[in-house]
């Protein structure tokens, strides 16, 4: 009995633990569109909507009376309502509530302004009116520039400006792999920097491995050169018996032929073994 009870109150435990986690998951801002995103979104499908009614209730007469029902349907409200309609998905409450929050203001842009400016009717609502989105290349709440690099490019055109295009964001270039810097126009460590044709930073990659042949980066390993990286690998020579040995012997044979004063031999295997200790210890053989 008492078992029971502790198991129904340990299941009452998990469920508000576990409502309580989607509640929060369905708050975080995190699950939440940028409201700039909700926005264009909104400026396209009413863009669009603005076009498909344009043609709508034109009787195909041209007679005075047709024409000025066009007009007359051009701004008026069932053509409006016809237009919102369309501006949200019916499941979606952010957008909903965005063009709730609008409707008025919306309303009188469209009643005043001339047809032909509807192609500058997102920029209207999401950048000067709502004030959620920024011109593009500019970012935070007032629409300051990202950074640009010496050509003329946004962050140097190797990456993206944090924020960019939104009333959010601290503006940082986000750079690609293998750039760096406030324009990403350096490379990061591990790669050269140049400059092609079209005025574009290249990083390229430096085979570390090649670069210093009198003291090679991994010593007496071997060494892999990887991108942006090198790699050591492989057992010195000094720990390969069958290389030590060698060099062992050759070095015993000079030794002895110095000692029965056999000069030239001596000076042969000598140089022999040095030819070896240096094809061995650069991993040659
Ligand atoms: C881009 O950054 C570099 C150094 O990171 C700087 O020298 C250069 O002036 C910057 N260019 C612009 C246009 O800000
Ligand atoms: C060298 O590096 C490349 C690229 O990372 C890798 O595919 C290759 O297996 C490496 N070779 C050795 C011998 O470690």
Redesign the pocket.
Known sequence: MQINISISILNVLLLLFFSSCSGMMMRNPMYDAHPCDTCREIGEKFIEGYRKTAGSNFGGGNTDWEEKKLKGYAKSETRFIEIMETACSKSESQCSTFLEKYEDLIEEWYQTSLLETIDTFTKWLCIDTAKVCCPQGTFGKNCRRCHHGDNGLLCSGNGLCDGDGKRSGNGRCLCNAKYSGTNCSNCQSGYTKSVDANNQIVCTDIDECRTNFFFPPCGFYKC?N?DGRF?C?GEPFYLQSSKMSLIIVLFITTSILMYKDMQNLALLTCILTAVLVFVFSRNIL
Request: proline residues 0%; negative net charge.
């Open positions: 892999n990887t790699e690998y």
